[in-house]
């Protein structure tokens, strides 16, 4: 029970590793607010809302775009109407365009850019504005853990937008840290490698599973759960003295 009694919202979480970090928070005690523009659960199965009241039936589901400031402020406003504090956030939602620069047009690229970066700026204002005005617990007023990836630090193939936006999650991620230090407010990243969601499309095409492991030194690919394992630690108060940090969850990927 290491999020016993903590509050915890968390985007993207309908499916894969939003799901995951959900559904694993929720059983280590926290009060999950899932946050997503759908309900629908990709991989498919019972929606996140049900299996976490199932755990925990003070949990929520909020659905909102994370890239619309009114909706990202409504979340957080009833997050802490009902529970009366923030103690984590979790920026999960992601989307990809799956195109090189030039087949990227500027509407792929803006939504890539407003759901990955613009969607996490949004949370982490409006979490670290409330997180100011809560006590102190255990030397930290709140945490925030985004969800990055190893391709902010190296080439995605083929999916430009994805990767820049990334790259800019990680430097967000450190800037935070920095900036919000002093004030016990904690910022880290999980940079996953190639975690199979059971998520359909390019990201499971032969070539595309091919290339990940033979890029990978571990004899398997990743699963959602090895994401939330590493969410739960930095999420928790057994991750101290650690700030602006990129965890790498990756099977030894960037290690090759």
């Known amino acids: 029970?290491?999020?016993?009694?903590?509050?915890?919202?968390?985007?993207?979480?309908?499916?894969?590793?939003?799901?995951?970090?959900?559904?694993?928070?929720?059983?280590?005690?926290?009060?999950?607010?899932?946050?997503?523009?759908t309900s629908e659960v990709v991989e498919g199965g019972a929606p996140v809302i049900d299996a976490l009241t199932a755990i925990n039936p003070r949990s929520s589901f909020i659905k909102a775009d994370i890239s619309r400031a009114g909706d990202v402020e409504h979340v957080?406003?009833?997050?802490?109407?009902?529970?009366?504090?923030?103690?984590?956030?979790v920026n999960n939602a992601a989307i990809h365009s799956a195109t090189p620069l030039l087949e990227t047009d500027e509407e792929s690229w803006?939504?890539?850019?407003?759901?990955?970066?613009?969607?996490?700026?949004?949370?982490?204002?409006?979490?670290?504005?409330?997180?100011?005005?809560?006590?102190?617990?255990?030397?930290?007023?709140?945490?925030?853990?985004?969800?990055?990836?190893?391709h902010g630090m190296i080439s995605a193939p083929g999916d430009f937008a994805y990767g820049v936006s990334k790259a800019g999650l990680i430097?967000?991620?450190?800037?935070?840290a920095a900036d919000y230090a002093a004030d016990h407010i904690i910022c880290n990243a999980v940079?996953?490698?190639?975690?199979?969601?059971?998520?359909?499309?390019?990201?499971?095409?032969?070539?595309m599973l091919d290339y990940s492991r033979r890029r990978t030194p571990m004899p398997r690919?990743?699963?959602?759960?090895?994401?939330?394992?590493?969410?739960?630690?930095?999420?928790?108060?057994?991750?101290?003295?650690?700030?602006?940090?990129?965890?790498?969850?990756?099977?030894?990927?960037m290690a090759a």
């Open 1 to 37: 029970m290491r999020l016993a009694n903590k509050t915890v919202v968390i985007t993207g979480a309908s499916s894969g590793i939003g799901r995951a970090i959900a559904l694993l928070f929720s059983t280590e005690g926290a009060n999950v607010v899932a946050v997503d523009i």
């Open 76 to 89: 957080f406003k009833e997050c802490v109407v009902r529970f009366g504090r923030l103690d984590v956030l």
């Open 110 to 150: 803006d939504r890539v850019m407003a759901v990955n970066l613009k969607g996490a700026y949004l949370c982490s204002r409006a979490a670290i504005g409330r997180m100011l005005r809560q006590q102190i617990e255990n030397e930290v007023r709140g945490r925030i853990v985004n969800i990055s990836s190893q």
């Open 171 to 176: 430097y967000m991620t450190k800037q935070i």
């Open 191 to 207: 940079a996953p490698g190639k975690i199979l969601t059971g998520k359909s499309g390019r990201a499971v095409e032969p070539e």
């Open 221 to 253: 690919l990743g699963r959602p759960s090895d994401v939330a394992n590493a969410a739960l630690f930095l999420a928790s108060d057994e991750a101290t003295y650690i700030t602006g940090h990129n965890l790498l969850v990756d099977g030894g990927w």
